[in-house]
């Protein structure tokens, strides 16, 4: 799936939809040519582990 992205540089916002790819790489923008960062993919919160349940004692 596509990476989209605005461009940083204030003057440009330039939209721009780059390959999965290149994550972690470094693009250069199509409109203004400043070259920027592609983040990675973040990574999902480890889960907690869940209490286990006790039998009730009668």
Same mark, same amino acid.
């Given at each position: 799936? !596509?990476?989209?992205?605005?461009?940083?540089?204030?003057?440009?916002?330039?939209?721009?939809?780059? !390959?999965?790819?290149?994550?972690?790489?470094?693009?250069?923008?199509?409109?203004?040519?400043?070259?920027?960062?592609?983040?990675?993919?973040?990574?999902?919160? !480890?889960?907690?582990?869940?209490?286990?349940?006790?039998?009730?004692?009668?």
């Amino acid at each position: 799936m !596509p990476v989209t992205m605005m461009c940083p540089r204030l003057t440009c916002r330039a939209v721009l939809r780059v !390959p999965d790819n290149v994550r972690g790489k470094r693009v250069r923008c199509a409109e203004c040519g400043i070259t920027l960062m592609v983040p990675e993919p973040t990574k999902p919160a !480890p889960a907690k582990p869940k209490a286990e349940a006790k039998p009730k004692e009668s």
